[in-house]
């Protein structure tokens, strides 16, 4: 267990619907990222969140959004969903923001049909 | 774009050898470099990293050597072991800049 947490494990939903990912971060850390790695792609960066507040984007979409709460939890947000958005979702959280190890969980495993 | 390229998907090694990863950049701005593991069902984990001030880090088994004309890192695992069966990532990023891009992973399976 990294102590990044991610709910759901999978999650399968129809195209066109709005799914929510949620990220609870390893206790202390301040930043969450979120990444997307699609089948035989890299993990490709989508934001961060540090302390509240967006500190980085990356190729996000813009049906794509997320927040990180007060009790620094985070959440991302996929609307209008497509076949291509089938992917697996990490989240990364660290204490600072800047070069750090990122602590990963284990992802949400989105399937569109 | 993709700045961070690895491009061998998969490597195959004998327990016992030296595993070679590869891993090539096109942005010189670069100047942070991290190795991350990956095991099925799991997120990836970190491994090692360097900075570009080094030409060389060292932790037990693994070795990162970076080489900053050519655009190009290395993670070595010696001697491999079985254990160290899993897909590895190279990563990149810009000091204060919190956008770490990762290349697309090299699979290494180490045979017994």
């Known amino acids: 267990d990294s102590g990044v947490t991610q709910t759901p494990k999978h999650l399968i939903t129809a195209t066109g619907q709005r799914v929510t990912l949620r990220c609870s971060p390893r206790s202390g850390d301040l930043s969450v990222y979120w990444y997307q790695q699609s089948l035989d792609q890299g993990l490709q960066f989508l934001i961060q969140?540090?302390?509240?507040?967006?500190?980085a984007k990356g190729n996000i979409l813009e049906r794509f959004s997320a927040q990180q709460f007060p009790d620094l939890h985070s959440e991302l947000n996929l609307s209008s969903l497509e076949l291509g958005d089938s992917a697996l979702y990490f989240c990364?959280?660290?204490?600072?923001?800047?070069?750090?190890?990122?602590?990963f969980g284990s992802g949400t495993r989105l399937t569109v049909v | 774009d993709q700045q961070v390229k690895q491009n061998s998907p998969s490597l195959s090694v004998q327990e016992g050898r030296i595993s070679i990863l590869n891993c090539d950049y096109t942005n010189s701005m670069f100047d942070y470099f991290l190795w991350y593991k990956k095991y099925p069902a799991e997120g990836p984990t970190f491994l090692i990293s360097i900075s570009s001030i080094k030409d060389k880090n060292e932790d037990g088994r693994f070795t990162v050597f970076l080489n900053k004309s050519a655009k190009h890192l290395s993670l070595h695992i010696v001697p491999s072991q079985p254990g160290d069966s899993a897909v590895y990532f190279c990563a990149a990023s810009v000091t204060n800049n919190n956008d770490m891009r990762f290349g697309a992973g090299t699979r290494l399976t180490v045979k017994p």
């Open positions: 969140y540090y302390n509240g507040e967006e500190r």
């Open positions: 990364a959280s660290s204490l600072q923001t800047g070069n750090y190890g990122y602590t």
